[in-house]
Nanobody, 119 residues
């Protein structure tokens, strides 16, 4: 498994931006797909998007609608989630996760970081 630690959460006003970071360690990351998820109070966890660490190809959930972008820094083993035009409904705990490129569930998870968007 991969060890993951998120950071960068906080309080931001609606319309603002925030960048979350995910530090990854433990395995050869080229063999993994890394994803971002979020969970609001009382709601199920939602998939935001993912990046294939091997080729950098990204995929996003429809609700992102160009507001969020995932990137990676191979040299630092870091993944990022740039969030723009934030809305109060983006308030949630944000998690990074990893799964094997060959398939299967996301089985490595970070502890989460809280993002709160005020109106």
């Amino acid at each position: 498994q991969v060890q993951l630690v998120e950071s960068g959460g906080g309080l931001v006003q609606a319309g603002g931006s925030l960048r979350l970071s995910c530090a990854a360690s433990g395995r050869t990351l080229r063999r993994y797909v890394m994803g971002w998820f979020r969970q609001a109070p009382g709601k199920e966890r939602d998939f935001i998007g993912r990046i294939d660490w091997n080729d950098g190809i990204t995929l996003y959930a429809d609700f992102v609608k160009g507001r969020f972008a995932i990137s990676r820094d191979n040299a630092k083993n870091m993944m990022y989630l740039q969030m723009n035009s934030l809305k109060p409904e983006d308030t949630a705990v944000y998690y990074c996760a990893a799964r094997a490129r060959v398939g299967g569930p996301y089985d490595s998870w970070g502890q989460g970081t809280q993002v709160t968007v005020s109106s």
